[in-house]
Structures are given as C-alpha cells and as structure tokens.
C-alpha cells in the first residue's frame, strides 16, 4: 500500500471488515472515483493489491457499463450536497458487473452508504457487495435507493433527481418470484404459501432469500414493502 494510503489507516480501519451476509467492502473516493481498502475485493476478483490500490473504478468495470455508472456516481455527489441532512440516513443498491483479473465477469450487488468526511473535502463511500452471478434476475445495471428518514417532500425531490437511473417500472423479480411473495403475504406462513403453490417449504424458502439477497435486506417483510412501493405487487 502506498504512503498515501498508510497516512490513513487508523481513519479508516473500522470501515474495512464486510458485514455479515457480504462476499467483501471495499471504500470509493466518489469525488475522484477511486478504489481505496480493497484488499477483499482485489482478493476476491484475483488481482494482486497494488493492481488497484487507488486505482480509477473504471478499471473494474466493463466499457458499456461506464457511462451509466459514472452517471449513478454523479448522481449521488448530487445527492450528497443537496441532502446534507439525509447523507447518512439513506443507502443505495446498485447492480453491475466487475472485471475479474482473467476477464471474465461477475454480478454483484452493492450497498452503498456515505462516510463522513475524515479526509479533506473528498466524498467517500463504503460499499458492501455480494456475488449475485448465480441468482436468477434480469441482467443489466440496476439501482435502487432507500430513504430511511425522509420527509415525503424530500422522497419526492430525490425520486426526481434519480429518476433517470431509477428502473422503478420494471420490477427485478421473476413474475414466479412476485407469486411467491404475494402468497406468502396473503398466508403470512412459509408452510401454507408452500402448499398454496405446491412447492417444499425448503423452495419457497428459497425463492425469498434470493428475493432479500437480491435487494440487499434482511428481511421478507422489506422485501414486500418495496415491491408494494414500486407497484409491483
């Protein structure tokens, strides 16, 4: 790691260990689009440290998908200055492909939330991701934003300002993974949605990890709630 990154260490030591249910984190100088403490993710895509050790996070993703996520980045420095009450109220979810050291690529699923400001006037953000290659869904960048404690003035204005990136029309579930979710709703039981759609208990079960997985929560109730939300179920 170079001198740079010693300097900070200590700052940024506690932000470096990924939450329970996360492949790996890693942190991004929005302001410069830089990859810093990414020891996990260098690890887990198979570079060696000094690869991407600040490295632009261009260099980690595929050349179709740059526009649109430097537009999501942009998006968020917005954000960031606009909402300054909200900056660490809220996390985003976003979907894209990263470029393994081999080339080949791999989906992942990234929670995003902005650290406060410990280091000059930078914009920085952790982010926790999760290998979602093998987790059927429609392909392609997705994002989504959640909005802990927001007015329903301020939900409106952010819905706005990320309304270009924001595929709330579509839902990311399968039309299987939206019958699972209403049955289980209308049962409020694992057992009787099961027998409901004459699956095992252990499939539907499934279907409602890979659903919470999928949107990055923990529980099948928030799962309902932002299906309901977007108009999905």
């Known amino acids: 790691m170079n001198a740079k990154a010693k300097t900070s260490n200590q ?43 600040y490295a632009k996070f261009t260099q980690l993703i595929p050349k179709e998908e740059y526009s649109k996520l430097h537009r999501i980045h942009r998006m968020l420095l917005i954000f960031y200055e606009r909402f300054k009450e909200l900056r660490h109220q809220s996390r985003f979810i976003l979907i894209h492909r990263l470029v393994q050291a081999d080339g080949k690529l791999l989906y992942f699923l990234r929670e995003i939330y902005f650290l406060p400001q410990i280091e000059g006037q930078a914009v920085w953000c952790r982010n926790n991701c999760v290998d979602i290659s093998n987790v059927p869904f429609s392909k392609g960048i997705q994002f989504d934003v959640y909005l802990l404690q927001a007015s329903d003035r301020n939900r409106r204005a952010i819905l706005r300002l990320f309304k270009p990136v924001l595929d709330t029309e579509v839902s ?42 999928k949107v990055g929560v923990r529980r099948t109730m928030d799962v309902l709630l932002l299906a309901k939300e977007r108009g999905w179920v």
């Not at 249910?21 to 690890?43: K, S």
């Not at 019958?179 to 252990?202: F, G, M």
């Open 172 to 213: 990311c579930f399968s039309s299987r993974q939206l019958e699972v979710l209403k049955t289980w709703e209308e049962t409020d039981s694992i057992a009787l949605a099961a027998n409901r759609l004459n699956i095992s208990t252990r499939t539907m079960e499934t279907h409602l990890r890979n659903m919470r997985r």
């Open 11 to 53: 700052s940024w030591e506690k932000y470096q260990a990924p939450k329970t249910g996360f492949d790996f984190c890693f942190l991004l100088n929005v302001t410069r689009n830089e990859v810093v403490f990414q020891p996990l993710l260098a690890e887990y895509l198979g570079y060696a440290d000094k690869e991407i050790d």
